[in-house]
Structure formats: structure tokens, C-alpha cells
């Protein structure tokens, strides 16, 4: 049964809750405890903050990653829920965290990111909430026999950021489009031209996501498919975006073999390279 821990953040008086002082809650949930309202709640946070049309923040990316690519560590979700006066609850923050062993990191519990993106502490956080989350947070954390290992920057509105993973390198990259008339090519005479397609069904997606991965296999100096935890991502990943149709896989065939891929998130002006292999691909027009 997957564990969740409630912790109520307490000590208000009548007074206090009738001049519409802010009452947190922080909720801390495993990765299998997270439910669909909350997920709704989330993407309603994203969209406050500006940060919805960032892929790598949305929980059909985080919660897969936090649950293959954790490299065995035990990480919880920390939902800060914010109440005013007598209105609803309203999700103001969604962190990653990682428990240190009890032992040797003496219940130390930091923040987690997915490998291969920068992100901050703040990109999870609703600007103008983060010292009252840390405080709340760390509070609960304490009466646990824990404490956070966390400094948060000082906050300002930061705009959200368009990235890409791009695979064997750490970090992250701004994408920028080469026009098309600014591309040279040599190729011998007779070179057959390369047919690139473009799959965003989500009917498709799962027979496409594995073209790419059997591409990879042979192509790539580090496979996908030769870590089982980062492959089992890559296909929980595409199959939860394909639902909302924010996923496209690109292929490009030459004499009818696939001979480059990508895989890309988001949808439209928001979608981002994630994967590929050996090249990027972008279809033509």
C-alpha cells in the first residue's frame, strides 16, 4: 500500500481564522499516492504561475520520472494547500523532495529534480508563497524528526522558460530554429532524399515510440533501452502525453528505413525536443 502522510499546520486562534490569516497544509505523498484532483489542482498552479507550457513540469513528466529515475531513493511529493478566511483550499506548491537516510544524512530531506534539468525549488512554488511553504514545510518536517535541507532564492516573478533534454549532455538548452534557407548540404549524386513524418495520434504513438527506441538501440553510443528505468519513463511518458495529444514522434526514413527520430513534448508553439537520436529531426513545411 502506498504510504501518505498528512501534516496540518496548527496553533491558529478564532481570531486569527476569522481575519483570513493564510492556513497552510502540506500534504506529503508518494509518487503512487497522487491523485487526480490533486493532478488538477497542480496543472491549475501551473497555469497561475505561467509555467503550464513548460512539458517538464507537468505531472505526466514528473511523477513518471520521480518514480523510475530516482536511482532508489525514497522521494515524496510535498503539496502545500493554502486557505484564506473561509474560501477554498488552493494548491500553491507541488516540490519534489528526496529523504536522506535517518543515519548517515541524519534525516536531511532536500529537494529532487529529474536528471538531466536544472530546475529550481522556485519552479514548483507560486511566486510571493515560498518562505510561508519553506516555514510550514519545515515545521512538519521536524515534528517527523527531519529537517529541510533547502535555501530558497529570493523570490521574483521569473518568466517562464522554454528547455529541452538533450540526450548525453546535462543541462539545459534553449532550442533555436536554423531557417531552412540557411541549411547546406553536400550529398553524392543520386543520395536518396529522406521522408520525414510527423505522428501525434495517440493511436500511434506507442508502435512509433518504439520505432524510436529500436533507432536508438543501434544508433545511439548510450541506448535507452539499455537502462530499463529510463525506458520504462520514456514509454509511461509519451503514453500519458499522447492522451492529451502533446506528444509527436518524428521519423525520417530513407529508402524506407528509419534512420533518425526525435521525440518532442507539448503541444504547438510550447512543444519542446526531448529525445533524439542520431540528429534532431524537424519535419519539412
Known amino acids: 500500500m502506498a504510504q501518505r502522510f498528512t501534516v496540518i499546520a496548527g496553533g491558529l486562534t478564532d481570531a486569527e481564522t476569522r ?12 509518487v503512487d499516492a497522487v491523485d487526480a484532483p490533486t493532478i488538477a489542482a497542480w496543472r491549475a498552479l501551473l497555469t497561475r504561475t505561467g509555467m503550464a507550457r513548460t512539458a517538464f513540469l507537468d505531472p505526466d513528466y514528473i511523477l513518471p ?28 506548491g507541488a516540490l519534489p523532495l528526496v529523504f536522506g537516510h535517518p543515519l ?14 536544472g530546475l529550481r525549488p522556485g519552479d514548483f512554488i507560486e511566486a510571493g508563497c515560498g518562505q510561508d511553504i519553506l516555514t510550514a514545510l519545515d515545521a512538519s518536517l521536524r515534528r517527523g524528526g527531519r529537517r529541510l535541507d533547502l535555501v530558497l532564492d529570493p523570490e521574483r516573478a521569473v518568466p517562464a522558460r522554454r528547455f529541452e533534454i538533450v540526450q548525453g549532455k546535462v543541462g539545459l538548452t534553449i532550442r533555436r530554429a536554423i531557417p531552412q534557407q540557411s541549411l547546406i548540404g553536400v550529398r553524392a549524386a543520386g543520395f536518396p532524399a529522406e521522408d520525414i513524418e510527423s505522428i501525434s495520434e495517440p493511436q500511434r504513438i506507442r508502435d512509433a515510440v518504439e520505432m524510436f527506441l529500436d533507432l536508438d538501440a543501434r544508433s545511439a553510443a548510450r541506448p535507452i533501452i539499455a537502462d530499463p528505468s529510463e525506458a520504462a519513463m520514456v514509454r509511461v511518458v509519451t503514453r500519458l502525453f499522447a492522451r492529451r495529444r502533446a506528444v509527436s514522434v518524428d521519423l525520417a526514413r530513407r529508402s524506407g528505413e528509419v534512420v533518425a527520430g526525435s521525440l518532442s513534448l507539448g503541444a504547438g508553439k510550447r512543444m519542446a525536443l526531448w529525445r533524439s537520436t542520431p540528429v534532431p529531426v524537424r519535419p519539412s513545411g
Open 19 to 30: 481575519s483570513g490569516a493564510p492556513r497552510w497544509r502540506i500534504d506529503l505523498r508518494t
Open 104 to 117: 548517515w544524512r541524519r534525516g536531511r530531506v532536500s529537494p529532487w529534480s529529474p536528471p538531466g534539468l
Open 65 to 92: 520520472a520521480a518514480k523510475h529515475q530516482s536511482g532508489g531513493r525514497s522521494l515524496v511529493l510535498a503539496l502545500a494547500w493554502c486557505r484564506r478566511g473561509e474560501g477554498p483550499e488552493s494548491l500553491r
